[in-house]
Structures are given as structure tokens and as C-alpha cells.
């Protein structure tokens, strides 16, 4: 089972994306966040297998996000 956290500050877009994901055998998305600093406690908390992040987001972008897990 692939472990996925899913980031996006868009909510319909953040749900479709999970609802997507979670129709996959083998994909179970294990935690959404709103905001880039949501998300970092998500994953350090969480550990997936694979982030899904939106690139713009308030608090922290993605791209920041992921040098924070780097």
C-alpha cells in the first residue's frame, strides 16, 4: 500500500484529488492539509511514502515544504 499526503490550499481541488487517489487498490491517502505548515506536521508526524503538494500555498509553499523535508 503506497501511503500518500496530499497538500493543496484549494479545497475542492484537495478533494477531488484524495477522493482520485482513494479509489486506487494499492494508493491510501493517509492526511490532506489546507497550508504548506499543515502539511510538514502531517508528514514528520505521518511519515508517507509519497507528498502530493500544490506549489503555491499560504504559510509555507510547496516548494519550501519540500526543501524542509529535504
Given at each position: 500500500?503506497?501511503?500518500?499526503?496530499v497538500?493543496?490550499?484549494?479545497?475542492?481541488?484537495?478533494?477531488?484529488?484524495?477522493?482520485?487517489?482513494?479509489?486506487?487498490?494499492?494508493i491510501?491517502?493517509?492526511?490532506?492539509?489546507?497550508?504548506?505548515?499543515?502539511?510538514?506536521?502531517?508528514?514528520?508526524?505521518i511519515?508517507?511514502?509519497?507528498?502530493?503538494?500544490?506549489?503555491?500555498?499560504?504559510?509555507?509553499?510547496?516548494?519550501?515544504?519540500?526543501?524542509?523535508?529535504?
Open positions: 500500500m503506497i501511503r500518500v499526503v497538500a493543496e490550499d484549494q479545497g475542492m481541488v484537495l478533494g477531488a484529488l484524495a477522493a482520485l487517489l482513494d479509489m486506487e487498490d494499492d491510501e491517502v493517509v492526511a490532506t492539509a489546507g497550508d504548506g505548515n499543515e502539511a510538514l506536521a502531517e508528514i514528520l508526524e511519515q508517507p511514502d509519497v507528498v502530493l503538494t500544490d506549489i503555491e500555498m499560504p504559510g509555507m509553499t510547496g516548494l519550501e515544504l519540500l526543501q524542509d523535508l529535504k
